[in-house]
C-alpha cells in the first residue's frame, strides 16, 4: 500500500467497519485534503465509526486508513501529530482544569516544566485560562468543551479532528468555538469536524463529507448539497395571531406546495387548493389559528413576502422557525433523490 | 519516564478520588479496627494472635481484596468514567500505560501491608519473651514482603479480569474468595495455582502454633524461592496477557474493553 501524499491529511480506501450483524461504515473512500473538513450526518449515519477509524480506536475489517501516511490503528506515533476532542462530555471530574491539561500533556511526553507551558498556551487559546484553576465538576458544557479542546491541541498536533463539538453550546458559545477552529485553520492546522447541524459546518468551511447510513453520500463543496437543498421543500412555522391572513398571502406563490394552520389541539391544510382537515375533530376548528406551517421550494421568495406584509402593518408576525432546516430533511431528500 | 509519571498520577487519582477517599481510608483503618476488637477481648495479644492477623486477616482476606478492588479499576474506572478515551489516543502503548497505572497502586498497596504487619505486631508480638522491634525486624520485613508480593500478584489477576470480563471485582473476589480455599485440599501442583499458599509459604512463623495459620502453613510444601518465583511468574503471565490484549483489542466509547 502506497504512502498517503503529502497533500493530504488523510485518506480512507474502501473502508469498512462493522459489529457483528450491523455496518458502521460501508465501503468509504475519501480523500481530507488540508484545511477544515466538515463531517456531516444526521444521528446513526456513522459519522462515529468514521472518527473512531480516522483515530485509530477502531480498525477496519476491510479497506485502509492513512492519517498523516501513517496506519492510526497499527502506529500510535501518529497521535504525536494528531490531536482528537471526543464527543463524550466526560473528564477527571475532580481535576482542575489546568491539571487535566497538564497531564494529558505529560501522557503526550512532555516534562512537567513543558506540560505546564503549553497547557497555558492553549488554555489562553480556548479562553481558559481565568477558570482553569476551577474543578472541572463545576464546569458548564461549554467549559468542559474548551478544556477538552486545549488537551487536543497541547502537542500542537497537524490535524485535529472534533467530534461534534458544538454540542449542548449556547449561540455565543458556538461562535467563539467556530472562531476558534477557524484561528485553527489559519495557523496552518487540519480540522475535521463532525455535525449533524448543516450550518455549523456551513459557517466553518466549504468541504464536506455527507454519510448516511454509514455510506458516502455526498462528498465536495457544501454549495453543492446547498443547491440540492435549496430545490426541496423546506417547512417554515410562522407564529402569528393573523395566521388565515398569512396564509393568505403566499398561497398564491408557485413555489408554496401546501398550507396548514396549527393551533393548541388542531390544524387544517390547504392542498393545491383543496382544503383537507387533518385535526383530530372537526370541533377544533372553532379555536382561531395560531400558527401556519407552509412548505415551500423558494423559502426567500416566503420570507420576502412576509417581511413585506410585515413592513406594510398587513401582518402581524409573532416569528418564523424553519422546522426542517438540518440534515434530516437533506438525507431524506438525498436518499429519495437516489 | 513523563507517560510513567502521568499514569502515576492517575493512578494517584484512582485511589483518593472522592468516590473512593472514603473506602481506602477505611480499608487503612481495617487492621486497627481488628486490633481495636482484639483489645476489647483480651488485654494484649500474642505471637498466634499476629500469626493468624498476618496470615489470614491481612493476607487472605484484607489485601486481596485491596489488591483485586484498586486492580479491576485501573481499567474499569476508566471505562465507567468514559476518560478511556483519553489515554487511548496518546502516543503511548495503550497496556504499557495502563500497567503503569496499576504499578502506581502498588506503593499505597506496600503502605497498607506495613501498616497492618505493625499493627499486628505492636499489638500481637512484641512481648518480654520475643524481643524488640529490631531483633525481630526480619520477621515484619518478611511478613510484609509476602504479602506484598501476594497483593501484587491479586492486583494483575484482577487487571487481566477487567480486560476480559465485565465484572473484574466480583470475579475476582470469586476467585480470592473460594477458588483459594480448593487448593489447601488438594494435591500439590493445585497448591502451586494458589497466590494464597505461595503467601502462605513465604510467611515467616515456623514456629510450633496450635492456630488456623499454622494448620494452613503446615500443609504448603512450597520452598520459599518457588513460592517467590510463582507469585512473580502469575502476576507476570497477566500483566503481559494483559497488555497484549489491550493493545490488540478495540474500542468503543461506552464499553471499549467489552466491545468484542
Given amino acids: 500500500m502506497s ?299 416566503v420570507l420576502e413576502t412576509l417581511q413585506h406584509e410585515a413592513a406594510e402593518n398587513r401582518l402581524e408576525i409573532g416569528g418564523i422557525e424553519a422546522l426542517d432546516d438540518n440534515l434530516d430533511a437533506v438525507f431524506r431528500y438525498l436518499v429519495e433523490e437516489e | 519516564m513523563n507517560q510513567i509519571v502521568a499514569a502515576w498520577k492517575l493512578s494517584l487519582y484512582q485511589i483518593w478520588n472522592r468516590k473512593r477517599r472514603w473506602v481506602t481510608l477505611l480499608l487503612y483503618l481495617f487492621p486497627v479496627l481488628i486490633i481495636a476488637v482484639a483489645l476489647g477481648v483480651r488485654d494484649e495479644g500474642t505471637p498466634d494472635f499476629y500469626q493468624n492477623f498476618v496470615t489470614v486477616t491481612l493476607g487472605a482476606v484484607l489485601i486481596p481484596f485491596v489488591a483485586i478492588y484498586w486492580g479491576s479499576g485501573v481499567l474499569s474506572d476508566e471505562i465507567e468514567g468514559k476518560t478511556l478515551v483519553y489515554l487511548w489516543t496518546r502516543p503511548a502503548d495503550r497496556g504499557i500505560l495502563l500497567f503503569w497505572k496499576l504499578a502506581g497502586s502498588w506503593p499505597w498497596l506496600a503502605l497498607l501491608c506495613l501498616a497492618g504487619v505493625l499493627a499486628g505486631y505492636f499489638y500481637g508480638y512484641r512481648t518480654p519473651d520475643t524481643g524488640g522491634l529490631g531483633a525481630n525486624l526480619l520477621i515484619i520485613v518478611w511478613d510484609v514482603r509476602a504479602l506484598l508480593l501476594a497483593g501484587i500478584t491479586w492486583s494483575c489477576v484482577a487487571f487481566l479480569l477487567s480486560v476480559c470480563t465485565k465484572r473484574p471485582l466480583t470475579y475476582g473476589l470469586l476467585l480470592a474468595y473460594l477458588w483459594e480455599l480448593i487448593p489447601q485440599y488438594g494435591p500439590g501442583f493445585v497448591r502451586r495455582l494458589s497466590v494464597t499458599q505461595q503467601m502462605l509459604a513465604l510467611a515467616t512463623h515456623k514456629q510450633e502454633q496450635s492456630g488456623l495459620a499454622s494448620k494452613l502453613i503446615d500443609q504448603v510444601q512450597i520452598s520459599e524461592l518457588e513460592a517467590v518465583f510463582s507469585l512473580l511468574g502469575i502476576a507476570g503471565l497477566c500483566a503481559v496477557t494483559a497488555i497484549l490484549l489491550l493493545n490488540q483489542r478495540e474500542f468503543l466509547s461506552d464499553d471499549p474493553a467489552r466491545s468484542q
Wanted: proline share 5%; aromatic share 4%; with cysteine.
Fill in chain 1, 3 to 301: 504512502a498517503t501524499a503529502p497533500a493530504t491529511i488523510a485518506q480512507m480506501n474502501e473502508a469498512s467497519k462493522w459489529y457483528g450483524d450491523v455496518i458502521g461504515l460501508n465501503q468509504v473512500s475519501v480523500l481530507i485534503q488540508p484545511g477544515i473538513t466538515g463531517l456531516l450526518g444526521p444521528n446513526g449515519a456513522g459519522k462515529s465509526t468514521f472518527l473512531k477509524l480516522l483515530t485509530g480506536q477502531l480498525a477496519p475489517n476491510r479497506g485502509m486508513v492513512r492519517v498523516l501516511g501513517r496506519d492510526p490503528w497499527a502506529d500510535r506515533g501518529v497521535y504525536r501529530e494528531m490531536g482528537y476532542c471526543p464527543d463524550s462530555e466526560q473528564l477527571y471530574e475532580e481535576m482542575t482544569g489546568l491539571a487535566f491539561v497538564r497531564l494529558i500533556g505529560r501522557l503526550a511526553g512532555y516534562s512537567a516544566r513543558d506540560a505546564a507551558l503549553r497547557a497555558d498556551v492553549q488554555l489562553e487559546r480556548v479562553g481558559m485560562a481565568q477558570h482553569a484553576g476551577r474543578i472541572i465538576h463545576g464546569y458548564s458544557k461549554g467549559m468542559r468543551q474548551r478544556i477538552r479542546l486545549a488537551a487536543a491541541l497541547i502537542h500542537e498536533p497537524k490535524l485535529v479532528v472534533l467530534d461534534e463539538p458544538l454540542n449542548g453550546l449556547d449561540p455565543l458559545g458556538r461562535i467563539e468555538m467556530l472562531k476558534i477552529f477557524k484561528d485553527l485553520a489559519a495557523s496552518g492546522c487540519s480540522v475535521v469536524v463532525s455535525s449533524h447541524v448543516l450550518h455549523e459546518i456551513e459557517n466553518l468551511t466549504r468541504h464536506m463529507i455527507m454519510l448516511h447510513r454509514g455510506r458516502v453520500l455526498a462528498e465536495g463543496e457544501i454549495s453543492e448539497v446547498r443547491s440540492l437543498i435549496e430545490s426541496q421543500p423546506l417547512t417554515l412555522r410562522v407564529e402569528s395571531p393573523q395566521a388565515r391572513a398569512v396564509g393568505a398571502a403566499v398561497v398564491g406563490l408557485d413555489s408554496v406546495t401546501s398550507i396548514e394552520f396549527a393551533s393548541g389541539f388542531a390544524s387544517a391544510a390547504i392542498l393545491n387548493g383543496r382544503t383537507a382537515a387533518s385535526a383530530q375533530s372537526k370541533s377544533d376548528f372553532s379555536a382561531p389559528p395560531s400558527a401556519v406551517i407552509i412548505r415551500t421550494r423558494t423559502p426567500d421568495a
